[in-house]
């Protein structure tokens, strides 16, 4: 029932077609993937030093290719996007000039992470991308490009920094190629993803503590609600500005360091709307540090009601849920046998994440189905690996 989604191996296979393809024939001597994410819990508080836990998805992206004598660049997307077109030729600029950031609009991120990749490509290369994230559905589509060229660089010529340097770099790629003031969550959990565990990343010192997520009675249902509505973009930069508001109004340098006891303090000097920001944040940080301990202890019917508590503080308090995920998430909760089920990810339309017992994922999605006023995608998803170089045949 939930759609068949192609390999790593599927989808090395046609990227390296299409590279014999467009170059000759020869083959390419470099192939890399990097994976998409789905978040848990933990909304919205990346960019305030706060926690999340999210793991990294079996759906990722592949980039295969080669280097070349000269400084010229060929990227080749193999994803379909219908609007844009699937290949973008540019020089690596020989005086250090900044690659400006341009059409089409997925090379960005293939430019924004040369940038930013610490030590500047010399020479040039043909790449082919493919990839099974579904593109802006929710999932970081853009962290598993970003991430998977990175990694694709790092063959070619090798940096000396370390993982978290390296989610730092494409975290920068985003901000300064694609315009989105993003935390580090998806860069951090494609670059460090862990096989079998979801990740509870510490925004604020960038550790991680692997949380064991392999419990064969248990599974994880991510639903695509395949709208996007175009508040996505805007609201973004906005919410972020609000909760540095809010904590400068309390003295804090983030959310991170508020406490609810310091917003109602402080309450009279923000307006109404701030305050319920920065309350989503605050109780958000509590919950998702609560949640992965009662992931730890295998207690699923706690962690199910974190999750429902999140969704609805996003819904009410954060606003960035839109009717769709909220459909998704009450057919879910109306179904025995699922303990929660959340939006993830920035919102206003992308996916949803549900947790159940094994036994109940038929009756689940099709309840779902049944109840959902638009088409859904399911993906029953497990916790996989982060980036890595794929071994050639
Ligand atoms: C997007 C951003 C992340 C994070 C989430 C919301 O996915 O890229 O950094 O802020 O939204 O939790």
């Not at 609000?242 to 904590?247: F, I, K, V």
């Not at 998430?329 to 949803?352: D, N, P």
């Not at 159940?356 to 995608?377: K, M, V």
Request: proline share 6%; hydrophobic share 40%; charged share 20%.
């Amino acid at each position: 029932m939930a759609g068949s989604v192609p390999t790593v191996s599927e989808l090395f296979a046609a990227a390296r077609r299409r590279y014999e393809q467009l170059f000759g024939g020869d083959a390419p001597l470099i192939a890399v993937c990097a994976p998409g994410r789905v978040n848990l819990i933990g909304e919205h508080t990346d960019y305030n030093q706060g926690f999340v836990l999210p793991m990294a998805l079996p759906l990722v992206t592949v980039v295969v290719g080669s280097q070349t004598c000269g400084r010229d660049v060929t990227v080749v997307t193999a994803t379909e996007d219908a609007d844009e077109p699937h290949r973008v030729d540019f020089s690596l600029p020989a005086d250090g000039a900044p690659l400006a950031p341009g059409l089409p609009r997925w090379a960005n991120y293939v430019k924004g992470v040369i940038e930013h990749y610490r030590a500047p490509p010399v020479t040039g290369f043909r790449a082919v991308i493919a990839s099974s994230v579904p593109m802006g559905g929710g999932l970081s589509s853009s962290a598993s490009l970003e991430v998977a060229f990175y990694t694709f660089l790092q063959q070619l010529q090798p940096d000396d920094g370390d993982k978290v340097s390296k989610a730092v770099a494409c975290q920068q790629a985003e901000h300064s190629h694609a315009g989105v003031p993003c935390g580090i969550m998806d860069q951090f959990v494609s670059v460090l993803g862990r096989e079998g565990h979801a990740l509870l990343i510490d925004c604020r010192s960038l550790e991680a503590t692997p949380v064991p997520l392999a419990d064969p009675g248990l599974i994880i249902l991510i639903t695509n609600s395949n709208v996007k509505h175009s508040l996505s973009g805007s609201e973004y930069p906005l919410r972020r500005r609000r909760c540095e508001e809010a904590a400068s109004a309390m003295g804090k340098s983030s959310l991170r360091d508020a406490t609810m006891k310091d917003l109602e303090e402080a309450s009279d000097r923000m307006d109404e709307v701030t305050v319920r920001r920065a309350r989503h944040v605050i109780e958000e940080i509590e919950r998702t540090v609560q949640a992965a301990e009662a992931l730890r202890r295998g207690e699923y019917k706690e962690f199910g009601r974190l999750m429902v508590e999140s969704h609805n503080s996003l819904r009410d308090l954060y606003e960035v849920s839109c009717r769709e995920l909220d459909e998704l998430v009450s057919a879910a909760l109306e179904v025995e046998g699922v303990y929660g089920s959340r939006m993830t990810g920035g919102g206003f339309g992308g996916c949803t994440v549900t947790l159940l017992q094994a036994g109940a994922i038929d009756r689940t999605i099709l309840h779902i189905q049944e109840r959902y006023s638009g088409t859904p995608t399911f993906y029953v998803t497990t916790p996989s690996e982060g980036a890595r170089v794929l071994s050639l045949p």
